[in-house]
């Protein structure tokens, strides 16, 4: 494997950690919010988006060959071309990273550093991200290998411990309010499905090309990582107090209990959490240097420190918690979905015209 290739199954740990997370964490809350009780009918449909967009990333994939994205558009389009196909990634990608630290910081805040600094969690979270980039995607990866079986260990474990609390006949009437809500439920779940759009920037570093059934192993396990939570809260708190939860799968946590003993396990959630957080906020710092023509690894590092630096003094704007999560709810999915959606039909639509044109 030469110098900055990774496996498939490399891979595999990657998008596991880092739209697993997203998936699980970042939008468990506001599907349930706008579904209720059918958020997992919502999160359930969302197989068919999952399908389309791997399908999508396939055929990408598959006719660019081992050819960086951007690097095969510039020489279809020229320069200009790829600017216009660079800037809704470039900052789908600024804004996920923006996301995923701004929750993680405040979860942290709000749940068990109630008293420490902000500007402490922001450094310390965001040093521990450029020390695991400091050898590449490999070492990322490898690191994301490690950490994962540990964070699927303790989500079978959360699941098992707390079964004897749930009332799963509380997922049902469905569809008793119509199918609104289940619309914007998909809507909102759907963006699951548009963050797989990151392997389009790392799949020039894939060993081996990949079969459609491959793609499809990717759709399934981030599929069951986002209906599990959500059946789990509803089936725990009930549609109702389930759907104005923060943090519904930390408060599933929070009700683990083992006989009379063994309580307040809820700490265990923060490697879970933190784990995701930190693979996923690195993979996207990791890439933001390749949507440059830079060839200095020291100009690299300091893109992705000046990133860091912004998503540091993002933590000071005058956004609250509760305003960041109206506004991802109401504006930002919705517009993921919408916009990167129609973005991956046009960018299907240049790499096949790239393609025939050099084939004819």
Known sequence: MRAGQISYVQLIFLVMMSSGFYNHVILTPPILNVARRDAWISA?????SFFVVLFIIYIIHKLTKDRPLLQYLEE???????WIFM???LTYLLLSGFITYFDTIMWTKVSYLQSTP???????TLAVVLLMLKEGVQTLAISAGVLLPFVVLLGIFVAVANLQDKDYSLL????AEGWEPVWKGFIVGSSGAIDLIIILC?????KKKMAFWKYLIFGALLLNLFVSPITGAIAMFGPEHGAELRYPAFEQWRMVSIGSYITHVDYLTIYQWLSGAVIRIALI????????????VKAKRWIQLGYAVILVLSLYTPLSDMQFYYLLKKFVLPGFVYGMGVYLFLLLGAVVWIYRRRTS
């Open 44 to 48: 359930s449909m969302t197989s068919v």
């Open 76 to 82: 279809g389009f020229g320069k200009a071309g790829k």
């Open 87 to 89: 800037i809704p990634l």
């Open 118 to 124: 902000k500007i402490f969690l922001a450094v310390l």
């Open 172 to 175: 049902f009437p469905v569809v």
């Open 202 to 206: 790392i799949q020039h570093q894939v």
């Open 285 to 296: 710092i990791y890439l933001l240097p390749s949507f440059f023509t830079i060839k200095k």
